[in-house]
């Protein structure tokens, strides 16, 4: 089959790549569109030292597996937990923290940038029939974007600030929305500027943020400055969500953390139920944010506009 | 009257400072006992660029202010708020992150290294007689040790482990004993060894701790090092309290925030009331952590006690 692989610290189209044979608990699945996500880029610059197939935010068809999966549309859960009794986190029912998991495109486990897939059955989602592929592959983004407000308890009372309005920013920037919480972004960029106005999201220049406004910051930037402006700009026992990946070893005032008593909360995977809910209901606008979409065949021109500053969504098409 | 100044840099014992003259609100303070804390310690490296006398923790008889006051002995909360209606701070009800504050021997408040102190008469607390005047000095450390359990609800079903077996360190230890949870502390001195095995409290070598084995971690070190290591040593959504303030701005593996959905949790000044009341039923030993008692005059002597590793809790006397 074709595949994006990351061997050797080369990304590289294959077409002569193995097609994946099930075990009994998974399905095989013929991917239908995949999204790129910086994860994906960060594992290009050796993120985790993954080596194989990339890709984690897909919509596929099932292809073969149980019968009342079969033929259908389906998204996955990424995270591939052992789910043994012995499991403390998996027991818990917080399988995406299993120590033993992989992680599809991500860890020890085959992502979804190819023509076929094999994932564990329990972790597929059945996509109603009116949620489109364009929009049912931004399932994964959107959970972890939904996962925010499991992190921390949002009133419409609160001062929200959003920094890194990229493209897992602009869907966490929607789910805030929904709070009715007094939400601003902070945002460079014109194209997404508009796009916040069209739905009704307040947006700032970073040069006009005023200090120490924010009961919440959520940053999505990933770069180490993106924490300590985050920080700065959070009330005493405010509370800064950690949504992105850092590169490298950020320094960070933690002193201040003391002195404010700030809670700092990392949130990563969420409910794929609630997201697929948001789509059908017409809650969230995911298609605006679709940049491009490359054959598969075109994958690493696909990488190479994703890489450029600013870019929203890049599709997959297989 | 007498006092430890800090001023250019410099630690000194005067005996020609003038007596302060309370306002309308305040009441004048004969101190009888202070403690010297680790931000003591911090001050006279420049921390906050305290100018003036140090010193927060004190017992002291109230000389001259309310009738209902005088000749009471009282403890003082440090943080001096505003009280004012558009002080966002104190209308939440949290005077102690008041931005208007000032921090008694901290911040643009006289401090309680000295014969007298003046201090807003609503910051005082009447010490029970039964509560000698070498337990009442550790009310505010007490207070600070008893805000983690506002900090992270703490049940027996916890695994909990405390790094930093300081001043501060063996409070929170006897406070985190209360709760009934799995505690351990880590603690390489013999002497702190001791006093936490007496108080049936179970102890690891650092280098016997198990990795990722916490629900909690509480770090007391004040040291960059000890929020790495405290890291490490919790489970995946686990909750890690930062107690001390640091020297410089450490490096925080914040990826490892994101991807295991820790918590980090500043905690800072805490309730007098309950630390009076844990003190008045002798649910805390703190006079085993008095290591010595040195008369005001002696002032510098006691700091470079103070400032030897592993001291525990130096007073001065007036």
């Not at 290009?44 to 999966?69: C, M, N, W």
């Not at 929200?160 to 929607?174: E, F, P, T």
């Not at 008593?261 to 944010?289: H, K, T, Y």
Request: charged share 20%.
């Amino acid at each position: 089959m074709r595949a994006i692989t990351f061997h050797d610290a080369q990304l590289g189209y294959r077409t002569d790549v193995a097609q994946p044979q099930p075990q009994p608990d998974e399905a095989l699945l013929k991917i239908r569109r995949a999204g790129i996500c910086n994860t994906d880029l960060e594992i290009t610059r050796g993120y985790k030292g993954f080596q194989g197939i990339p890709g984690h935010e897909f919509v596929a068809e099932v292809v073969a597996g149980s019968p009342d999966l079969l033929g259908k549309r389906v998204v996955g859960e990424i995270n591939v937990a052992c789910h043994q009794p012995d499991c403390e986190m998996c027991s818990k029912g917080i399988p995406s923290q299993c120590p033993r998991r992989t992680t599809v495109g991500i860890r020890q486990h085959d992502g979804a940038f190819a023509d076929y897939l094999t994932l564990a059955e329990r972790n597929l989602h059945v996509v109603p029939d009116s949620v489109s592929d364009e929009a049912a592959v931004f399932v994964e983004p959107l959970a972890a974007a939904l996962q925010v407000l499991e992190a921390v308890p949002i009133s419409p009372r609160d001062d929200i600030i959003l920094i890194g309005a990229g493209k897992l920013g602009m869907l966490v920037a929607q789910v805030l929305k929904l709070t009715g919480a007094n939400l601003c972004v902070i945002v460079r960029r014109e194209k997404q500027a508009m796009l916040l106005h069209q739905w009704g999201v307040a947006t700032l220049m970073p040069t006009d943020v005023r200090h120490r406004s924010a009961d919440v910051v959520v940053d999505c930037t990933g770069v180490p400055d993106g924490f300590a402006q985050a920080l700065g700009m959070l009330k005493p026992r405010g509370t800064l969500v950690l949504k992105s990946t850092y590169e490298g070893l950020p320094q960070a005032d933690l002193t201040r953390v003391v002195v404010d008593e700030i809670r700092v909360i990392g949130s990563r995977c969420g409910p794929f139920d609630a997201a697929l809910r948001l789509l059908e209901n017409r809650l969230v606008d995911v298609e605006s944010l679709i940049e491009a979409c490359y054959p598969l065949d075109k994958g690493l021109s696909a990488f190479n506009h994703a890489m450029q500053p600013g870019a929203l969504k890049v599709l997959l098409e297989m």
